[in-house]
T-cell receptor, first 116, second 114 residues
Framework: GAVVSQHPSRVICKSGTSVKIECRSL??????MFWYRQFPKQSLMLMAT?????????EQGVEKDKFLINHASLTLSTLTVTSAHPEDSSFYIC????????????FGPGTRLLVL | DAKTTQPPSMDCAEGRAANLPCNHS???????VYWYRQIHSQGPQYIIH???NNETNEMASLIITEDRKSSTLILPHATLRDTAVYYC???????????????FGQGTILTVHP
């Protein structure tokens, strides 16, 4: 199946710093990628849709100035958590939509963010 | 809101078939049924999808009722590594503002025991 990678797999940072998470589709091109967040014992919540070459679309309640998304190529999207605070600690997961066929979404392994 | 209903948890003995039900009574004609699973602390893994016909791949089988209001995911010979949260999702495949989005509900926690 299609492979999506994320980097880093886990990160610990101090409050007030910014953290960048990369999402790559390794063996297919993806004009659209999605960013999710998952808190402990909860389901995945869609944060935003990342579109190659255009602005991201954010879900209601997600601050676009805090969660900066850049989709510079057909295989790479980045999520930057700016001025991170402890409440931003979560599991961040990306998915990439395969342009072929029914455009199935394939997920990355996730990034565990801990803000101290 | 998720458009599917799944039991919160199920148990299965190793080597036996695991049958996971899903109710999607409000499914529309332009929506497919997708199944993903999430093993602890990992990203979701795609399993299978279908529209109205039964589907089978190397991981599982998907049985969709004729009226498309429910489906069952079948893992034919469950192993301990199949212990995970299984999500049944209906997804718009063309048109509209929800095109392509996946809305995750709470899923079914499947526990496979020896």
């Amino acid at each position: 199946g299609a492979v999506v990678s994320q980097h880093p797999s886990r990160v610990i940072c101090k409050s007030g710093t910014s953290v960048k998470i990369e999402c790559r589709s390794l063996d297919f091109q993806a004009t659209t990628m999605f960013w999710y967040r998952q808190f402990p014992k909860q389901s995945l919540m869609l944060m935003a849709t990342s579109n190659e070459g255009s602005k991201a679309t954010y879900e209601q309640g997600v601050e676009k100035d805090k969660f900066l998304i850049n989709h510079a190529s057909l295989t790479l999207s980045t999520l930057t958590v700016t001025s991170a605070h402890p409440e931003d600690s979560s599991f961040y997961i990306c998915s990439a939509r395969d342009q072929q066929g029914l455009e199935t979404q394939y997920f990355g392994p996730g990034t565990r963010l801990l803000v101290l | 809101d998720a458009k599917t209903t799944q039991p919160p948890s199920m148990d299965c003995a190793e080597g036996r078939a695991a049958n996971l039900p899903c109710n999607h009574s409000t499914i529309s004609g332009n929506e497919y049924v997708y199944w993903y699973r999430q093993i602890h602390s990992q990203g979701p893994q795609y399993i299978i999808h279908g529209l109205k016909n039964n589907e089978t791949n190397e991981m599982a089988s998907l049985i969709i009722t004729e009226d498309r209001k429910s489906s069952t995911l079948i893992l034919p010979h469950a192993t301990l590594r199949d212990t995970a949260v299984y999500y049944c999702i209906v997804r718009v495949i063309f048109g509209g503002t929800s095109y392509g989005k996946l809305t995750f509900g709470q899923g079914t926690i499947l526990t496979v025991h020896p």
